[in-house]
């Protein structure tokens, strides 16, 4: 029996149509980016802390993503603001992968409470 419960975990993707070094925004409300590194999967708040853009289309570079509106950049593992113009990080969200299906944990934002002041 399954012990992810469909009340909490919004299906994703197939493990194999997310490719390593790819993002894909995920339609929930908040919207979400889920991202492979290396075949591990992130999910953060898609939306840029800093001006309201869209972070899944911004640049991948490794563990970081940078927003291709004013260039900020925050980790995909943590939602850390890592450079300006963002100061405030953004959250992140429970992922896990059974039977090569992806979820996100999609009522379970958390937020990096140091980061915020
Ligand atoms: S909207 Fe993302 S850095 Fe400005």
């Known amino acids: 029996m399954s012990d992810i419960s469909t009340d ?4 994703v993707c197939a493990t194999d149509e997310l490719v390593p070094g790819e993002g894909v925004k995920v339609g929930t409300c908040p919207p979400i980016a ?3 590194i290396d075949g591990e999967y992130f999910a953060i708040d898609d939306t840029c802390s800093h001006a309201e853009y869209s972070l899944s289309d911004g640049y991948l570079d490794g563990d970081k993503i940078e927003c291709e509106l004013h260039y900020a950049t925050f980790s995909v593992r943590t939602g850390e603001a890592l450079t300006a113009p963002a100061a405030d990080p953004v959250g992140t969200y429970p992922v896990r992968v059974q039977d090569d299906t992806i979820f996100v944990a999609a009522t379970q934002r958390c ?3 140091k980061f915020r002041s």
């Not at 909490?8 to 299906?11: A, F, G, S």
């Open 8 to 11: 909490t975990w919004v299906m």
């Open 34 to 36: 889920l991202f492979n």
């Open 111 to 113: 937020v990096i409470d």
